[in-house]
């Protein structure tokens, strides 16, 4: 079976996520990811528990200084990286297989969507996705309930008004809102 590693480098590509081994390999981890987030979601668990449920599913030692309110979802888990002083509001949800990176210092709020797989436009492609990574910056606020759709980088100390659907690149200090997601205006300071 393909190894997560190779996994991460392949999505790198942004090649079709079609072949019968990607498949296998998306559907064990899918089923590790929501063993580990079934645990992290059912009960109280203080922030250290919250941050060693997280390190096993991320895959890695997260930052002490990282703060998130279960429930969280991840469909991977393996594919997200947190800086340091990162805070997740409750009931996040990160389709992760193209990778999600969040900068040092962001804050995302409630019900935020990661999606970082699309489907082919054809009737015929429709059962294939396709990965692409989200980035953000430093110090990137994201209001509730926003959608950050694959692809999207988004620049430091940048802010994400509640409810907007991200489908474009977001420039450093500015402030982005609505279905899609336009400029409303430049972070003064």
């Known amino acids: 079976m393909m190894t997560t590693k190779e996994f991460n480098e392949y999505v790198k590509t942004r090649k079709a996520l079609n072949t019968g081994e990607i498949h296998r390999f998306m559907d064990a981890m899918s ?3 929501r063993r580990i987030t079934f645990l992290l979601n059912t009960a109280y668990r203080t922030p250290d528990e919250v941050r ?3 390190s096993e599913l991320f895959g890695y030692q997260v930052p002490s200084s990282l703060r998130v309110f279960p429930p969280f979802y991840a469909d991977y888990g393996k594919n997200i990286t947190v800086g340091e002083n990162v805070f997740i509001n409750a009931c996040c949800h990160f389709q992760d297989h193209g990778g999600v990176t969040i900068g040092d210092g962001c804050q995302i709020g409630h019900n935020v969507v990661f999606a970082t797989l699309n489907h082919g436009l054809a009737p015929e492609d429709r059962k294939t996705t396709y990965p692409a990574p989200i980035v953000l910056g430093k110090n990137v606020w994201v209001g ?3 959608t950050i759709l694959q692809g999207v980088t988004i620049g430091d100390n940048a802010v994400i008004g509640a409810g907007a659907v991200v489908t474009k690149d977001v ?3 500015t402030i982005v809102g609505g279905v899609p997601a ?3 205006k430049m972070i003064d300071g």
């Open 52 to 54: 060693g449920l997280l």
């Open 182 to 184: 336009r400029f409303i």
């Open 171 to 173: 420039a450093a200090n």
């Open 31 to 33: 089923n590790e990811a």
């Open 144 to 146: 509730s309930n926003a």
